[in-house]
């Protein structure tokens, strides 16, 4: 009788083992395959998150940037990113050489998602990172994916922005 007791806890002692085991690693897989990336404010208080930033644009920072602002999104499939930072000209023009960006306004009918970046609202233009680009500047965009990111120059200052749905 107690043979039979201890080898049915045995048992049932295994079974829990087994089934706390699968949901350990299914907990695993879950946490792993949910964690898109990390949140970055510029009002955050935390110091820049520099190489994000860098892999967003293409090229890191040069370091004479200044008045640096972003929102990054990226916890979510959908990520979205808004950065503009006073940087050289000639720090733009070798981001475009180097990323192979396109004119947008030569390539926008091409595109099955666009945010029509010249009729972005600024509603509350105090708090936005953004500023909508003038009739006059030249929009760039990336052209090998299928929410581009669009960048701009005016004022000093680059803007990127990429929002995806």
């Given at each position: 009788?107690?043979?039979?007791?201890?080898?049915?806890?045995?048992?049932?002692?295994?079974?829990?083992?087994?089934?706390v085991l699968v949901l350990v690693i299914l907990s695993a897989l879950f946490i792993g395959c949910f964690n898109f990336g990390n949140n970055y404010n510029n009002e955050d208080g935390q110091k820049?998150?520099?190489?994000?930033?860098?892999?967003?644009?293409?090229?890191?920072?040069?370091?004479?940037?200044?008045?640096?602002?972003y929102k990054i999104i990226a916890d979510t499939p959908?990520?979205?990113v808004e950065i503009a930072v006073k940087v050289p000209e000639d720090f733009f023009q070798s981001l475009i050489k180097s990323q192979?960006?396109?004119?947008?306004?030569?390539?926008?009918?091409?595109?099955?998602?666009d945010i029509k970046p010249r009729e972005l609202s600024n509603t509350d233009a105090s708090h936005s990172i953004i500023k909508k680009p003038q009739p006059n500047t030249t929009i760039w965009i990336t052209q090998n994916q299928y929410y581009p990111r669009y960048l701009w120059y005016q004022d000093s200052t680059l803007y990127l922005v990429y929002f995806s749905q």
């Open positions: 009788m107690q043979s039979r007791k201890a080898a049915k806890k045995r048992k049932s002692m295994r079974k829990n083992f087994w089934l820049p998150p520099l190489k994000e930033i860098g892999n967003w644009l293409g090229l890191p920072l040069p370091n004479n940037y200044s008045d640096l602002k959908d990520p979205n192979n960006l396109v004119n947008y306004d030569k390539f926008k009918d091409k595109l099955s998602y």
